[in-house]
């Protein structure tokens, strides 16, 4: 576009409310957490890639409660711990915790319920 129509189509936009950080921020986190199942540390690293500031990003996050978001943890980690076919337990904890890291679940979260799923 020409940069004299962006001047005021942008400001306009944000005036009347077309354009939010916070609402963006709120919905993304909400349907990237019931829908994909993804962390917060993921969420934090896709939001900070979009180039929102962290009071913008801890809005988006409190949109997810605590309850909810372990309660997911716990069927999520379950679930793929029965899809795994591999017998060897520390290979077995290895997939299992790469995969919960990668959806961006907080390591001390992951390797505890490794531990607890997968026993010595």
Do not use: C
């Amino acid at each position: 576009m020409i940069d004299d129509a962006i001047d005021q189509i942008i400001p306009h936009l944000l005036q009347h409310k077309f354009l939010n950080e916070t609402r963006f921020a709120r919905v993304y986190a909400g349907g990237k957490f019931r829908i994909k199942k993804w962390g917060r540390v993921r969420i934090v690293r896709e939001l900070k890639m979009r180039g929102l500031n962290k009071r913008t990003i801890d809005i988006g996050l409190a949109e997810i409660s605590d309850e909810e978001y372990y309660a997911v943890f716990d069927s999520l980690s379950r679930k793929r711990n029965e899809q795994l076919s591999e017998t060897n337990i520390y290979k077995r904890r290895k997939k299992l915790a790469d995969y919960l890291l990668y959806r961006g679940w907080e390591s001390h979260l992951v390797y505890a319920k490794t531990k607890e799923l997968i026993p010595d």
